[in-house]
């Protein structure tokens, strides 16, 4: 607002100027006839954000464009100038000669009110496209992040039936525990999956619900811990975005060894963000394994399509520990929002 009346005082200042030099009036006078001038034009300058959504480049013939918005801006010129032509009537008593002398400015009165009335379309129809642009691009991100997102249950679940397949023959028991435990883990990652983002604190227990089906097929080969700050629990996250790092460090880490390891993750609240940390053991003599695989590559993919270069992942391989660390933005708004 405070930036539209700026620009319509430097406005007013040409049009005091124009009238100054042409009609040869004091500035006194051409402030009074100014000012109604910049009012109207003020106002009609607002109708170009429905025109031009009613008439958009793309699906609109250019003669209808440019007659149309031609004829509007001549009609709008006229009718900001009539107060000046009424005014030069209405003073003809104490000015006897001001209409005399507005006559000659009003041909440079009227081009310039048409040429501001065609920048301000010009300046709605860049507008427009900007959101055009923007909202695309928002699309475009959503539909990739969908994309991503419906590649991470499938991969989950082939890995699961494949481990309930290999227990149905050893501890059949076990078998039908995991598939148990299996059904809620996807019934929970369907429902939370629906929505593009939820709290912190519902992606831990969505990460529990798959460690809790893991932890039949490990037993005590498998062991987590959790420190995170209370902060955290409120931070707006994309769905399943825990679960294929702790996927990949069950698969690539306690796999690997006889005696199993520790999972430990962490969770620090910054500023602006959280920090997610998940560090696990793993065999740096076993046969080599491509420790990049489908979840680190999900995981990344799916930031850099939701934040851009706003979030980061990180990896850090020291001796024996495999360490994975996610900075994701975490503002007020989403902390007020969970």
């Known amino acids: 607002m405070s930036l539209y009346l700026a620009i319509w005082i430097f406005f007013g200042c040409l049009f005091v100027l124009v009238l100054s030099v042409s009609a040869h009036l004091e500035w006194q006078t051409s402030v009074a006839v100014t000012v109604p001038i910049v009012i109207i034009l003020a106002l009609g300058c607002l109708g170009p954000w429905y025109s031009s959504r009613a008439l958009p480049l793309r699906s609109t013939p250019l003669w209808k464009v440019v007659g149309t918005h031609l004829l509007v801006g001549m009609c709008t010129s006229a009718i900001a100038l009539a107060p000046a032509r009424l005014l030069g009537v209405l003073a003809q008593k104490t000015f006897p000669d001001l209409s005399a002398r507005l006559h000659p400015a009003f041909p440079t009165l009227a081009g310039m009110s048409l040429l501001i009335y065609l920048l301000s379309v010009a300046l709605h129809y860049a507008l427009q496209a900007v959101e055009s642009s923007r909202q695309a691009e928002l699309l475009s991100r959503e539909a990739e992040l969908k994309a991503l ?4 249950n499938p991969h989950f679940l082939f ?3 494949n481990s309930i ?4 023959s050893v501890d059949p028991r076990k078998a039908r525990d995991m598939c148990v435990r299996l059904s809620e883990f996807l019934r929970n990652s369907l429902r939370l999956g629906e929505r593009t983002s939820i709290p912190f604190s519902e992606e831990l227990a969505l990460t529990k619900t798959y460690l809790d089906v893991e932890q039949i097929r490990f037993g005590e080969r498998l062991r987590v811990t959790q420190d995170f700050d209370t902060g955290c629990a409120y931070c707006e996250v994309p769905p399943l975005l825990v679960q294929p790092l702790i996927e990949n460090s069950i698969k690539h880490g306690i796999a690997t060894l006889v005696e199993g390891g520790e999972i430990a993750m962490s969770g620090r609240r910054l500023r602006d963000s959280v920090r997610i940390v998940i560090e696990n053991p793993f065999d740096p003599d076993a046969p080599e394994m491509r420790r990049n695989g489908f ?8 930031l850099h399509a939701r934040y851009g270069g706003a979030a980061r992942i990180d990896i850090q391989v020291d001796g024996n520990r495999y360490r994975v660390m996610l900075t994701i933005p975490c503002d007020e708004e989403s902390e007020t929002a969970g």
């Open 159 to 161: 890995n699961s039936l």
């Open 165 to 168: 397949s290999a227990l149905t």
């Open 149 to 152: 997102k419906a590649q991470v």
């Open 295 to 302: 979840g680190l590559a999900s995981v990344r993919n799916r």
